[in-house]
């Protein structure tokens, strides 16, 4: 008797590249990443969706946001965070159906606003029909598409845990992978997965299975999507339990993967890549990954650091443009919201805000950063800082939902939240307001290079430079005045005046900058 088919989607999809509705530039302004699920919720049932976010767009617009990276919005049998996907081409039916997507494209297009969707290339959950079928029969044709092996390999630890699971144990069922129980002595039938049992990996050594995926990125691509963020892109492939990590294959998948998305006019394409991110940055590899490890540094010169201003000043003098830069984000090994990492301190949050808005890279927002949501404490794992967004001081959900908050409201929702912001003009949304839209109307902020450039004690200087614009950038970290001294100014021209955190002298020339503040000048005649 042949084996059943998994029923799910794997037709080819061939390309049908149409027009972007957007603007050349979109992908070099910012962006902001939201967790749909806590977003906002328009149907009462408490969990955030697509209608919830469309009805949100114009704030979004009046933010200055050009481009959403929403977490996994496909199909999965987590129902949370969305990575233990069940159907590579189906929504999660909690957020909406396929026609949600399509008005979302359509409604943030008309805003000007690009959409970018989290793609989980490396592994699906153990729900999905290709696993189920997988290990409904040890000789079911649909282990090719998984990793097994009959005898359980020896010597590998990935984040603590051997990542082979002895299936006749069901190890999804017992939580931790940490903690699962050993297989006896001479078990047969295991299969790995780097990120727990619930989570299978793919076995992208198969032609078949690395093509379903490729189809799948068209399939979105081709309603109209504007680009992915790309997910583990270093486990794609492992070769041995010392060589599991960022290998030669998985970069070189990678860089089909993202050869697949731009064939499309006008699309996006950023990676996770903890280990190596400058090096999945590269054009060669993935063309855009996020700034691991940087990101604390735009906290630690908030902080008063020198030598993380002194990073500030050098990292960019051979980091590739479009590296994605962020304070925090939905995982919290990146840290805790920015509120928590700074302690609620609102100068040193405009410090930290300021250092990667105006540098290179394309900045990556996480939703309520922009009105100063805390962390929820007291919470296990991620969840701290995927909280409901603060719409409002509503006392159950902060204006989220009348199901009550996803994860827990704020703690300090009664003061930070949007409908507040909005109405005091000093407020931190209308200092990123300033900030982003300073980074739309200057085009060497947004696209320029990153040119002399240096750290003063806690001075901070540098220039962005896009053919004759020059934009000089200067933030004082310190606690008292100080006057900066920038390098590489052009002979001849008095910088004007652009922007500024606080009041400073008449006499822009002396470049004198108040306490923990930020100036940016023109320097282009």
């Known amino acids: 008797m042949a084996a059943p088919t998994p029923a799910f989607d794997r037709s080819p999809q061939p390309m049908q590249a149409s027009a972007s509705a957007l603007p050349a530039d979109w992908q070099h302004g910012v962006f902001m990443e939201i967790f749909v699920r806590a977003y906002q919720d328009s149907d009462g049932d408490g969990i955030g969706d697509l209608k919830g976010l469309i009805s949100r767009l114009d704030d979004l617009q009046a933010l200055g946001i050009r481009g959403l990276w929403l977490m996994p919005i496909t199909a999965s049998a987590d129902h949370d965070h969305g990575y233990a996907t069940t159907d590579h081409r189906a929504v999660e039916p909690a957020y909406g159906t396929l026609a949600d997507v399509d008005t979302l494209l359509r409604e943030a297009h008309r805003r000007g606003i690009g959409v970018v969707m989290d793609y989980v290339v490396n592994h699906a959950s153990y729900q999905h029909p290709a696993f189920q079928a997988a290990i409904s029969d040890p000789k079911s044709p649909w282990r090719d598409w998984f990793v097994f092996s009959e005898d359980a390999p020896s010597g590998w630890r990935i984040w603590d845990a051997n990542p082979w699971y002895w299936l006749p144990s069901r190890p999804w069922e017992h939580g931790d992978p940490k903690t699962q129980p050993p297989a006896p002595a001479g078990a047969k039938d295991h299969f790995f997965a780097t990120f727990g049992p619930h989570m299978p990996d793919f076995n992208l050594r198969r032609p078949e299975v690395f093509d379903y995926h490729l189809d799948s990125l068209r399939f979105w691509l081709n309603r109209g999507l504007d680009g992915f963020r790309l997910d583990a892109v270093p486990h794609l492939i492992e070769n041995d339990a010392v060589r599991w990590n960022d290998q030669p294959e998985s970069r070189a998948l990678t860089k089909r993967l993202q050869d697949t998305i731009l064939a499309y006019p006008n699309r996006f394409v950023v990676c996770e890549a903890t280990a190596e991110p400058q090096a999945y940055g590269d054009p060669a590899v993935c063309g855009g990954a996020f700034a691991f490890g940087y990101q604390h540094h735009f906290v630690q010169a908030a902080k008063g650091e020198a030598a993380s201003v002194a990073a500030l000043a050098s990292y960019y003098r051979s980091a590739s443009p479009r590296m994605a830069t962020f304070t925090s984000s939905h995982d919290i090994f990146a840290g805790l919201r920015l509120w928590d990492q700074v302690g609620g301190d609102d100068a040193r949050y405009r410090l930290a805000a300021a250092g990667y808005l105006l540098q290179p890279g394309t900045p990556f927002v996480y939703y309520g950063e922009e009105v100063g949501q805390a962390s929820l404490p007291g919470l296990p794992g991620d969840r701290p800082v995927r909280g409901s967004m603060s719409w409002s001081a509503e006392p159950g959900s902060a204006g989220f939902s009348p199901r009550g908050p996803y994860n827990g409201r704020a703690p300090n929702a009664d003061t930070h939240h949007l409908a507040a912001q909005r109405a005091d003009p000093t407020s931190l949304w209308h200092f990123y307001r300033q900030l982003i839209g300073l980074r739309n109307a200057r085009a060497s902020l947004a696209r320029g290079d990153f040119a002399h450039s240096s750290a003063d004690g806690l001075v901070l200087a540098f220039q962005r430079r896009l053919g004759s614009e020059r934009t000089l950038v200067l933030i004082n970290y310190g606690t008292s005045t100080s006057q900066a001294r920038p390098e590489g100014l052009p002979e001849g021209v008095r910088p004007r ?29």
Not at 502 to 515: H, S
């Open 497 to 525: 005046l652009l922007w500024r955190s606080a009041p400073g002298p008449a006499d822009a020339g002396a470049f004198m900058l108040a306490p923990q503040s930020v100036a940016v000048f023109a320097i282009d005649g």
